[in-house]
């Protein structure tokens, strides 16, 4: 019989929760927000910096954290689509 509806959606946001924290997600996603954040950040504020400007700080580390969460979203959402198709292939069905 399958669960009730509100004990699924708890079991898998803490399941995507566990993706998104282990296995070095985060620290492949730092990586990319890192290089990314740095890159369009000189694109958006580089004319600021130059010239010596202060730069917007809420732009700058939004400009950081977008890369960071699209970067986790892919990764947990590819480990939910493996898992889904790995128990799919178990119970001779398709994902």
Not at 14 to 26: F, H, I, N, S
Not at 52 to 66: E, R
Request: proline residues 5%; glycine residues 8%.
């Amino acid at each position: 019989m399958n669960e009730p509806a509100p004990a699924a959606n708890l079991r898998r946001w803490q399941l995507v929760l566990r993706y998104a924290l282990t296995d070095g997600v985060p620290q492949r996603s730092l990586s990319i927000a890192l290089v990314v954040g740095s890159i369009l950040n000189l694109i958006n504020q580089g004319d600021r910096l130059v010239s010596g400007q202060s730069p917007n700080f809420l732009k700058l580390a939004l400009t950081y954290c977008v890369p960071y969460f699209v970067s986790t979203y892919g990764a947990v959402s590819f480990r939910l689509y493996a898992q889904r198709a790995a128990a799919a292939r178990i119970d001779g069905g398709t994902a």
